[in-house]
């Protein structure tokens, strides 16, 4: 493998003013630039990456704490990242949470024992002690991303941002899609306590119903969580307690999905008796055997926002949280009021 040495002697230059050049340096002139990314592109030189991170004392890491990272969704959103922080010279770090708070912090400390330079971070949802983790962060002064949500109190922390989907506009979109299909019968499936998401999605439903004909009633507000099995448990609940329904808006497509699944095999046709909208349009969404209509949360610009956020709270900028707006996608869960309407159960 060719090093710095190389190059140096074949171009008749120091080691220092090709390490430069490779570098960029303004006191090198663009000819001799040239000369050197010409001759490490024959030579096929690589970087040492361990060996420069030394000099700069710099980790050049970043790092990335996920749920899971088998989720397509958050799999996007780590596409994301990555793309942009390899452009910034930087390399990731893959953590998982498995979406419990100890786990979280177990893996925050492993990225401060790996000296990662920033992090970015989708938060375990939980309802008590929901600031440890950033109390962790704050105390190792890591510069540090939220994605997709984050808890009350996280503007507390100067050296905290994050990126998130407009969630309680896009729970408006999805119940007037719903309404003006002539539903007015609509229940709620609601994700976990204590994350950004599931609040703002639910003071959505809970203000698009409530200027419609029919109001808000807490009975057509089901808990349910973030996976497919939170879905089924919700749904057959509201089946149990007979709640009037001829659609579903589900907190996610997994919940979607679940919810679809115990009102089929209960006989129920999806969209022909029941709508069900979901939220996130990950891979699931379109490759279900039903197609979902959802809304679209944009996974990989929300990782590359993330990085951009990153650079700036590198370099010492105060940020502003940034909203990504979503998208209604229409697919097959969704159709025009059955007449008459039917009622679960």
Sequence with gaps: MATLRDLARELNLSVMAVSKALRDAPDISAPTKE???AEARRQRYVPNRT??????RKSQLLGVILPNINNPYYSNLVWGIERQAEAMGFQLVIGHSLDRSDTEMDEVRKMVARQVQG???VPAVRWQHRLATLDLIGQSALPTVLLDRYPAG???????SWVVARDHSGAETAVTHLLDFGHREILFLSGPHGASSSAARYSGYQRTMAAS???YSDTRVFMAGEDIESGRKAMAQALSEKAPCTAVFAFNDHVAIGAIEVLEQQGYRVPGDISVIGFGD???AANFRTGLTTMRIPQIDMGTTAAHQMKDLLAGKKLEPRELPVELILRHTTARVPQPALATG
């Design 119 to 121: 992090l970015f971070l």
């Design 213 to 215: 004909p029919i109001g």
């Design 51 to 56: 060996a420069q991170n030394l000099r700069l």
């Design 154 to 160: 996280a503007e507390q922390y100067p050296g905290v």
């Design 35 to 37: 000369r050197v990314l």
């Design 282 to 284: 990950g891979a699931l």
